[in-house]
């Protein structure tokens, strides 16, 4: 178990010896902690607070290994599922992605109002924001722009998450109510998740770079084609035709094929 307060000090702690109040590693941080997470091995912590900075830590050495600098308090920092990314997000208003091996930034999602958590989804594919906006936003990973309509709440959304399986989305903030969202039309193939971010944002990711850059405009007339084709064929069996896409810019032809299903409130 790991722990962190105002003290400046991160805790780990054996499980089987906390009763006896004495834990079996404490690590310096360089300020008041907001936001703390251990790595999936064990070997890495994850810290972010207010002095506007997160921090990669070994937790063996205690020796800080990398830190990424915001332009305020940050609130929330957490590693990406295969954990080659970190996320972080706070008072900046705008939330950062970073390459733990280069330890550069390669993307940033722009809010309007500070943010209080910012996390992945379980199979990384998007990222979902939490913001004093009162709304959730959620991001796509290819493109990094915003998916859908935001997830109006009725004050500051504290925080936002995914169902283990992805497939919803809780909310819960300053208007004393927790809401349950679905999150779209998360069974497409991993090739026309990939389609449908190009041809609906007209970009793509330069994997070398690591940076978005434009499609030519003459194939991007080809896959909007082939997006529409192709999509099309996926709505007639999806298993949310409601939140489908596909159907948000063609509603007249997925009505004719498939109605709108409307969700069950029993």
Same mark, same amino acid.
């Given at each position: 178990? /790991?722990?962190?307060?105002?003290? +400046?000090?991160?805790?780990?702690?054996?499980?089987?010896?906390?009763?006896?109040?004495?834990?079996? /590693?404490?690590?310096?941080?360089?300020?008041?902690?907001?936001? $703390?997470?251990?790595?999936?091995?064990?070997?890495?912590?994850?810290?972010?607070?207010? &002095?506007?900075?997160?921090?990669? =830590?070994?937790?063996?050495?205690?020796?800080? =290994?990398?830190?990424?600098?915001?332009?305020? /308090?940050?609130?929330?920092?957490?590693?990406?599922?295969?954990?080659?990314?970190?996320?972080?997000?706070?008072?900046?208003?705008?939330?950062?992605?970073?390459?733990?091996?280069?330890?550069?930034?390669?993307?940033?999602?722009?809010?309007?109002?500070?943010?209080?958590?910012?996390?992945?989804?379980?199979?990384?594919? +998007? =990222?979902?924001?939490?913001?004093?906006?009162?709304?959730?936003?959620?991001?796509?990973?290819?493109? *990094?722009?915003?998916?859908?309509?935001?997830?109006?709440?009725?004050?500051?959304?504290?925080?936002?998450? *995914?169902?283990?399986?992805?497939?919803?989305? %809780?909310?819960?903030?300053?208007?004393?109510?927790?809401? /349950?969202?679905?999150?779209? &039309?998360?069974?497409?193939?991993?090739?026309?998740?990939?389609?449908?971010?190009?041809?609906?944002?007209?970009?793509?990711?330069?994997?070398?770079? $690591?940076?978005?850059?434009?499609?030519?405009?003459?194939?991007? +007339?080809? %896959?909007?084609?082939?997006?529409?084709?192709?999509?099309?064929?996926? +709505?007639?069996?999806?298993?949310?035709?409601?939140?489908?896409?596909? @159907?948000? *810019?063609?509603?007249?032809?997925?009505?004719?094929? @498939?109605?709108?299903?409307?969700?069950?409130?029993?």
């Amino acid at each position: 178990m /790991i722990t962190a307060s105002s003290d +400046y000090v991160i805790s780990l702690w054996k499980l089987a010896d906390i009763r006896a109040g004495i834990p079996a /590693i404490t690590l310096k941080h360089q300020a008041d902690i907001k936001t $703390v997470v251990l790595s999936a091995d064990g070997k890495r912590i994850l810290t972010a607070g207010v &002095d506007g900075s997160a921090y990669l =830590i070994e937790v063996a050495s205690g020796r800080h =290994i990398a830190s990424f600098k915001h332009g305020d /308090i940050i609130n929330s920092a957490v590693f990406s599922p295969d954990e080659k990314l970190i996320l972080t997000a706070g008072w900046d208003n705008t939330p950062r992605l970073w390459d733990v091996v280069s330890k550069k930034q390669i993307a940033s999602l722009k809010h309007n109002a500070s943010v209080n958590s910012a996390v992945f989804s379980p199979d990384g594919n +998007y =990222i979902l924001t939490a913001s004093w906006d009162s709304a959730a936003h959620l991001w796509s990973m290819i493109s *990094f722009k915003e998916i859908g309509r935001a997830k109006k709440n009725g004050h500051v959304v504290n925080n936002a998450v *995914f169902s283990p399986d992805g497939k919803w989305i %809780l909310t819960a903030g300053m208007d004393k109510t927790a809401r /349950i969202w679905r999150n779209g &039309d998360l069974d497409l193939p991993p090739d026309l998740f990939e389609l449908q971010a190009k041809a609906t944002t007209g970009l793509e990711l330069n994997v070398e770079t $690591v940076e978005t850059q434009f499609i030519s405009p003459g194939q991007w +007339y080809s %896959l909007k084609a082939d997006f529409y084709n192709r999509a099309e064929e996926h +709505y007639k069996t999806c298993k949310y035709p409601a939140a489908n896409l596909w @159907r948000l *810019f063609y509603p007249e032809e997925a009505e004719r094929i @498939r109605p709108a299903t409307k969700v069950s409130r029993k």
